[in-house]
């Protein structure tokens, strides 16, 4: 089972920054958070990932709260292209002799809209 | 650089006919995932390949569903006999290793099994 919860959706005026949260209650010390989001008819895409410091990339910036409880996935300046489901996932330290293994939950469709 | 190829992109079937799914990971990749999506949730792992050998099956339906992966480059999926809850999309994923922090996800196929 997923050990994320996100909420179902999320509307975002375009130009707007989309904060996209998520809850990890219990998620371990050598865990990561991950984003993902897929786009209508393709498969997921990789978005950015962190430990415990506050990550940003050029796709988006993630901040992870200082208990690791919960974090947020900000689009700085949402367009139409931003529409997704993204998905926020705990995966074990990649580092370690895990399998990789990436376990989705429903995610939170994002919707952009003009 | 070449992403991950899948065919076909659409099937449609009868229940209890076969159907074989492709995958070319992106060259040099050893690790190579298969994933179900059933509509409106998000993607759930069947089997994870380091080269030819598998990791990790614990959630392939091992009765209809089998994997291969000869010569560790690439993949077929195959049911047999399909089941009406068998109707999803079949994404292929790879990543350099399993200990890679990003998966390159390949478009899908979609089955429908009537």
């Known amino acids: 089972d997923a050990k994320t919860t996100q909420p179902p959706s999320m509307d975002c005026a375009e130009g707007r920054a989309a904060n996209l949260p998520c809850n990890h209650s219990?998620?371990?010390?050598?865990?990561?958070v991950y984003w993902y989001r897929q786009i209508h008819s393709q498969g997921p895409q990789y978005i950015i990932h962190?430990?415990?410091n506050n990550e940003t990339n050029e796709m988006a910036s993630l901040i992870i709260t200082e208990d690791r409880k919960s974090s947020t996935l900000i689009l700085p300046h949402a367009t139409l292209r931003d529409t997704a489901v993204y998905y926020c996932?705990?995966?074990?330290?990649?580092?370690?002799?895990?399998?990789?293994?990436?376990?989705f939950g429903q995610g939170t469709t994002l919707q952009v809209k003009p | 650089e070449a992403g991950v190829a899948q065919s076909p992109r659409y099937k449609i079937i009868e229940k209890r006919q076969s159907v074989a799914f492709w995958c070319n990971p992106i060259s040099g990749h050893a690790t190579l995932y298969w994933y179900q999506q059933i509509l409106g949730q998000g993607p759930k792992l069947l089997i994870q390949?380091?080269?030819?050998?598998?990791?990790?099956d614990s959630q392939l339906p091992k009765d209809r569903f089998s994997a291969e992966r000869l010569k560790g480059v690439d993949s077929t999926l195959k049911i047999q006999p399909a089941k009406l809850e068998d109707s999803a999309v079949y994404l292929c994923?790879?990543?350099?290793?399993?200990?890679?922090?990003?998966?390159?996800f390949g478009p899908g196929t979609r089955l429908t099994v009537t």
């Open positions: 962190g430990l415990k």
């Open positions: 996932i705990v995966r074990v330290a990649h580092g370690s002799s895990n399998t990789g293994k990436l376990i």
């Open positions: 390949f380091q080269n030819n050998g598998v990791v990790d």
């Open positions: 994923a790879s990543s350099p290793s399993r200990q890679s922090y990003e998966q390159y």
């Open positions: 219990t998620i371990s010390g050598n865990e990561y």
